[in-house]
């Protein structure tokens, strides 16, 4: 079966940095996404990552191992509007997203 | 104004009603998708369309069928609601599946009684 697998709930403070893994376990592999979603609204794009290495956009960056089935995605300089959910997902053989559970991030002042 | 909205935001109904979800969007998009979202679990598929005359199921379609009546109208309907059915559902669009980052609409919750 396919599986993607995050921490279910991280907290960190105001102004540090967090690392929120994800571990996945699908039928092929087409590229990692990462999205936000603020609680009540929809997801919202963050990052993508089809090759090994470290994807750095501002503050957030993602980082890709296809051969260890992990990717990362590192807060920096963390805000209180950063909490939110974090969503790791997958595209398979198919084209498909397969999505995790996601992380719950809460930043405490 | 919202590139991606839903219609309704909220619904109640009741066991065995019919109920239709719509998605409408400005993006001038060929994809679109129908996700549900539960408490504890990810996204899940419920269907996805190509583009007008292209529609698939996806991994839970069961209890769910939709209609794209044009490249910027894609609806869900639940035949006969169940209230394991209650969620909060999303409409998505994508431009092509080479990047596929997905365009998430507001989202409507549905409850099922």
């Known amino acids: 079966g396919q599986n993607i697998d995050q921490p279910t709930e991280m907290t960190a403070t105001e102004g540090a940095i967090v690392q929120i893994n994800c571990t996945y376990q699908?039928?092929?592999?087409?590229?990692l996404f990462w999205y936000q979603q603020h609680a009540g609204e929809a997801p919202t794009f963050l990052s993508y990552?089809?090759l090994d290495g470290l994807e750095e956009k501002g503050r957030f960056s993602s980082f890709l191992s296809r051969s260890k089935g992990y990717s990362y995605l590192l807060l920096k300089e963390l805000q209180m509007k950063d909490s939110a959910s974090y969503l790791c997902?997958?595209?398979?053989?198919?084209?498909?997203?397969?999505w995790g559970a996601g992380t719950k991030l809460i930043i405490k002042p | 104004d919202a590139d991606v909205t839903q219609t309704p935001r909220n619904r109640i109904t009741k066991t065995g009603k019919r109920i239709m979800l719509e998605c409408s969007q400005t993006?001038?998009?060929?994809?679109m998708y129908w996700y549900r979202q539960d408490p504890g679990l990810g996204l899940r598929l419920i269907y996805y369309?190509?583009?007008?005359?292209?529609?698939n199921k996806g991994e839970i379609s069961d209890g769910y069928s939709v209609s794209r009546q044009a490249q910027a109208k894609f609806s869900l309907s639940l035949e006969s609601a169940i209230p394991n059915q209650t969620a909060l559902y999303f409409c998505?669009?994508?431009?092509?599946?080479?990047?596929?980052?997905?365009?998430f609409g507001p989202g409507t919750r549905l409850t099922v009684l």
């Open positions: 990552n089809v």
């Open positions: 699908t039928s092929g592999f087409n590229g």
């Open positions: 369309s190509f583009d007008v005359k292209d529609i």
């Open positions: 998505a669009t994508s431009v092509s599946a080479d990047y596929n980052e997905q365009f």
């Open positions: 997902a997958v595209r398979d053989s198919n084209y498909q997203l397969i």
């Open positions: 993006k001038g998009h060929d994809r």
